[in-house]
């Protein structure tokens, strides 16, 4: 029978930080497997490896077949996979990065849960895109009214700067193909920008259904921090991909959308803009550096791996 050489788990702090990693990679109809730190991709023109932890997330289209070994892998390196469709339009499943703290994700649901801290959130969300604007006063659906006439705008600018005709969003997973040029890349390029939301949001320790701007959905977080990103990237992009009328827009896009996550250093980005959204522009690293207490209802925090039981206490 024959041995295969261990290959030890590598340590969290041996990893590199999610805002050091590649954005994305888009595999579909291959072979994935892995050798040693590396995953190994199979297709008709060859082999190709690639560092495992050196990109964030995986997002495996139709025709992929995967390893228990590349899993393995993918899991010890804290890669977020996800599973999506044709075109990578439709979202079927995800795999969760690893995360070693819960600091974010507590502060998360603090802010979710309390109405005011709610939409306080909600409120810097749109600030971001309204810089110059002041939002504080405003209601939930006063911004929502604010934003769609934003997206709006942007959909006009960019037809009228590319030359394409512009109806409407029309997003149909189902019927991808029957979409105009437009549609389909906005489809693609958002996916993308989902698929990297996810893995960064994941990679904080936050959740992804727990939204400001989006709520009741397992992806609502996911949403409101890519909705961040879409005017200054897949909204451009996808208008330049249908005026250059390229033969399979939604490779073509996924390709464009990528160049420009690295261009603008997105993924560091919403590293930063998350943890300032959660923060209130006062994280600290310092942070991180208690992972694991107990809750105690009159002191507080208190040290992990210590007995409290008091002389005659019974258990």
Not at 12 to 38: S, W
Not at 219 to 228: C, E, K
Not at 295 to 312: M, R
């Amino acid at each position: 029978m024959e041995h295969k050489k261990r290959i030890d788990k590598p340590e969290i702090q041996a990893l590199p930080r999610v805002q050091d990693r590649m954005t994305f990679i888009y595999l579909e109809r291959c072979k994935i497997n892995r050798d040693h730190g590396a995953i190994t991709v199979r297709d008709e023109s060859g082999i190709t490896h690639i560092p495992a932890a050196a990109i964030s997330v995986l997002l495996l289209g139709p025709g992929t077949d995967v390893t228990h070994r590349a899993m393995e892998l993918i899991g010890d390196a804290g890669v977020t996979t996800i599973w999506v469709g044709e075109h990578g339009v439709r979202y079927y499943a995800y795999g969760r990065a690893l995360t070693n703290h819960a600091t974010l994700l507590l502060k998360q649901a603090q802010l979710v849960s309390n109405e005011k801290k709610h939409i306080h959130v909600a409120r810097m969300m749109y600030q971001m895109r309204f810089p110059n604007e002041d939002v504080s006063k405003l209601t939930m659906q006063q911004l929502r009214g604010r934003e769609g006439s934003r997206i709006r705008s942007a959909y006009r600018e960019q037809s009228k700067r590319w030359n394409v005709p512009w109806d409407k969003r029309n997003y149909r997973p189902n019927d991808y193909e029957d979409g105009d040029p437009v549609n389909q890349a906005l489809s693609a390029g958002n996916a993308c920008l989902y698929g990297l939301a996810h893995a960064v949001i994941c990679a904080l320790g936050c959740s992804p259904g727990l939204g400001f701007v989006h709520v009741g959905h397992e992806l609502s977080f996911v949403y409101d921090i890519a909705d961040l990103y879409k005017a200054e990237i897949t909204i451009p992009v996808a208008f330049e991909m249908a005026a250059e009328n390229v033969e399979d827009i939604g490779s073509a896009t996924r390709r464009r959308v990528r160049d420009e996550f690295r261009k603008g250093r997105v993924l560091e980005r919403m590293v930063h803009d998350i943890k300032y959204l959660l923060a209130d522009g006062e994280w600290q690293e310092e942070d991180y550096k208690s992972t694991l207490y107990l809750w105690d209802n009159i002191q507080g925090e208190l040290q992990h791996g210590i007995s409290y039981a008091e002389a005659g206490d019974e258990t």
